[in-house]
């Protein structure tokens, strides 16, 4: 079946690919959905070129270099909406629009140096990760789920993980979204403990295209793709009809 667009999504940090499934899974045949483990993470290996937004960026354009995604939407999720951020501010051929999922922002993520300490010790702890669990999400979520986020987490490589806290969120690079040209959209849930909807009102809304929207989710914490996968994909098939 071909499709007239894609999308793409870019999974959070200490996640996989598949944790977009259930969104994938709620927009059905309609559209192709690609998400590749970023590197570090699920089953890839280490970036070439290291663990900086931008080593990232160039991952992901060479693995859409590499598939049949046609026009194509950008779904940033956490870590993912700064890398996703990052590309769109390359105009790469094919590019339609972007969904940022509660995106790690452009500029700095507010985190404090204790938080930050905090989850460096945490690496590798099956007892940090289901506490960690407990405080990004806010909706109850089937077991099988849980038992993969906190599996996925696990299964993260120590020099992504450490990478991604030290250097990747610390990144600034609210200078280059100036030149983003297709639309946005940012997608935030209410109760989210990790970002909330104020930071992205704040730090990457402004940057974004005229016409941007903040689009929030009731009752909704960090893990969006787990916690409300009908409501992005509501969300997600809404903006791409309005793109075609």
Known sequence: MSHALSFIGLHYWAGAGHAFQPVADALGSEYAFF????GGFGT???????????????????????????????VGHSMGGKIALALAARHLPGLAGVV???PSPPTPEPMTDEDRQASLRAW?????????????????????????IIADNLR?????????????????????????????????????????PSLHGLET?????????????SGAGHLLPYEAPEEVARLLRAFAQGLE
């Open 124 to 148: 590798g702890k099956p007892a940090a990760a289901e506490k960690t669990l407990r405080k990004i999400t806010a909706r109850p979520l089937p077991q099988a789920w849980q038992k993969q």
């Open 205 to 217: 809304l402004p940057l974004l295209p005229a016409g941007t929207h903040l689009e929030i989710i």
């Open 44 to 74: 890839a290996p280490a970036p070439r070129a290291g663990y900086s937004v931008d080593a990232y960026a160039d991952e992901v354009a060479q693995f859409i270099q590499q598939q049949p995604v046609g026009r194509y939407v950008l």
């Open 100 to 102: 940022l999922l509660s």
């Open 35 to 38: 998400a590749p483990d970023l």
């Open 156 to 196: 993260s490589s120590q020099e992504a993980w450490e990478a991604w806290l030290l250097h990747g969120s610390r990144e600034n690079i609210a200078d280059r979204l100036w030149s983003i040209n297709v639309p946005c959209t940012i997608v935030a849930g209410d109760v989210d403990a990790v970002m909330s």
